[in-house]
C-alpha cells in the first residue's frame, strides 16, 4: 500500500469525482450520470475541431484527473502532469460567518477576513526581490508583497448579502480543472514513480516528520521543495489536491525538461519554480 493511500478516503471531496478521456485543444463534450463528470472525444472529432493530428504531433494518449490517493492509477511511462487545487469553502465556516455577521457593525470587515482565511490566503504569491539603482542614485533593494487581491465590489456583495457564499461555494467545488490554474507543472519519463515522490513527501509533511534531504538528486530535491511549499507555507489539504495527467508516447529527458520549461513559463504555477 502506498503512503498516499493511507488517506481517507471519505474526506475527499464528493462533488467532483471525475474520470476524464479528452484529446487537447478539444472543447468540452459530456455529460453528467450518476454524479461523475465524463467526458469523452474521438480522434477523428478532436482533429475535425481543429486539434493536432496524434500522427503528425506526438501520440497523446488518455488524459485523467486523479486524487491525491489516486497516483497509482497514473501511466507509469512518460508525460505531463499538473497539480491543482480544489477550492472549497466549508459549509460550516459559511453558517458560522452568516451567525456572526447579525452581532457585528463592520460587516465588511468580517467578510473580508472570512475571505482571507477560507480562499484566497493560501493562493499569495511569496515576495518579489527587487532592487533599484539610477545613474549616479541612491540603490534600494528589498521585498514587495503580494497586494491583497479581495476586492471592496466582492465584499460589499457579500456583506449585503451573505447567503450568496453558498452559490460561490458549490461553484468552486467544481472548478478544478477546468476553471483553475494549476499550482505545480511537472514532466517526467515516468509519471507514476515522479507523482509517488510528491505524495510521499507531502504526506511525511502532513505528518509532521521531516523527510531525508536527497541534495544530489535533483528530482527528489524537487519534490521536497514543491511539498514544503504546498503543505508547509500554505497549509494545503492533500486531500484537497488533484493530479491532471497526460502520458505522452516517446518522450525522452531532454524534451520532457523542453514541456516542463515552456508550461511553466507560460501558467506561472503557483507552486513552480520559474
Known amino acids: 500500500m502506498s503512503v498516499a493511500s493511507r488517506l481517507p478516503r ?5 462533488l467532483c469525482s471525475r474520470d476524464f478521456s479528452v484529446v487537447p485543444a478539444r472543447p468540452f463534450v459530456g455529460g453528467r450520470a450518476g454524479g461523475v463528470l465524463a467526458t469523452t472525444v474521438t480522434t477523428a472529432e478532436a482533429t475535425a475541431a481543429g486539434a493536432p493530428d496524434p500522427a503528425s504531433a506526438g501520440q497523446m494518449l488518455e488524459q485523467k484527473l486523479l486524487r491525491f490517493h489516486e497516483v ?17 469553502i466549508a459549509e460550516r465556516d459559511v453558517d458560522d460567518l452568516l451567525g456572526s455577521l447579525a452581532a457585528v457593525q463592520d460587516r465588511d470587515s468580517a467578510v473580508r477576513e472570512f475571505l482571507a482565511a477560507h480562499l484566497f490566503g493560501p493562493f499569495r504569491e511569496t515576495p518579489y526581490s527587487v532592487r533599484m539603482t539610477g545613474p549616479l542614485k541612491p540603490q534600494y533593494q528589498g521585498e514587495i508583497a503580494h497586494a491583497e487581491p479581495i476586492s471592496p465590489a466582492l465584499v460589499n456583495r457579500i456583506a449585503a448579502a451573505p447567503a450568496r457564499l453558498r452559490t460561490l461555494s458549490s461553484v468552486l467545488a467544481c472548478a478544478v480543472p477546468w476553471f483553475a490554474s494549476p499550482i ?12 509517488r515522490g510528491h505524495t510521499r513527501v507531502m504526506q511525511q509533511l502532513r505528518e509532521g516528520l521531516e523527510p531525508l534531504p536527497h541534495p544530489e538528486d535533483t528530482e527528489t530535491a524537487t519534490d521536497h ?10 497549509r494545503l489539504d492533500p486531500n484537497e489536491l488533484w493530479v491532471a495527467v497526460m502520458p505522452v508516447e516517446g518522450l525522452d ?22
Do not use: M, Q
Not at 184 to 195: E, F, H, M, N, T
Open 72 to 88: 497509482e492509477e497514473a501511466p507509469a511511462g512518460p508525460g505531463v502532469y499538473a497539480w491543482y487545487c480544489h477550492f472549497r
Open 184 to 195: 505545480y507543472i511537472g514532466c517526467s519519463i515516468a509519471l507514476r514513480r515522479r507523482l
Open 253 to 274: 529527458r531532454d524534451t520532457a525538461l523542453d514541456v516542463e520549461n515552456v508550461l511553466n513559463r507560460i501558467n506561472f504555477p503557483l507552486c513552480g519554480r520559474n
Open 10 to 14: 471519505n474526506s475527499a471531496p464528493k
Open 225 to 234: 521543495s514543491f511539498a514544503r511549499d504546498a503543505i508547509v507555507h500554505r
